[in-house]
């Protein structure tokens, strides 16, 4: 059983940085696609940042140049770094892995209910 579980969110200022976390257990073979999940009250969930078993990532358009997502396997936790963050990035985090790869998606690896496993969020909260 694939457990995920994320920390690190907390209220800051804007312009502030966060480091979220989020430590992986339960699964076997190396091809899972990871990623990033917000979802802010009222509004759809939606992809901030993907990466691929191979290291490769992608992420949206309004967090880039400011988040960066990473993965350290010898520790199975993935990472998201957000720097200069603003009060719109203000939502409920969530850590997000398929067992299939991050390439068998192809753009659909954007759509949170492509997505098998789910930590239970953390929260992050922007103030201006």
């Known amino acids: 059983q694939v457990q995920l579980v994320e920390s690190g969110g907390g209220s800051v200022q804007a312009g502030g940085s966060l480091r979220l976390s989020c430590a992986a257990s339960?699964?076997?073979?190396?091809?899972?696609?990871m990623a990033w999940f917000r979802q802010a009250p009222g509004k759809e969930r939606e992809g901030v940042a993907v990466?691929?078993?191979?290291?490769?990532?992608s992420h949206a358009d309004p967090v880039k140049d400011r988040f960066t997502i990473s993965k350290d396997n010898a520790k199975n936790t993935l990472y998201l770094e957000m720097n200069s963050l603003k009060p719109e990035d203000t939502a409920m985090y969530y850590c997000?892995?398929?067992?299939?790869?991050?390439?068998?998606?192809?753009?659909?690896?954007?759509?949170?209910?492509?997505?098998?496993?789910w930590g239970q969020g953390t929260q992050v909260t922007v103030s201006s």
């Open positions: 997000a892995a398929d067992r299939r790869p991050c390439w068998f998606f192809g753009p659909r690896r954007w759509y949170w209910y492509e997505y098998g496993y």
């Open positions: 339960g699964y076997t073979g190396s091809n899972y696609c």
């Open positions: 990466i691929g078993s191979d290291g490769s990532a």
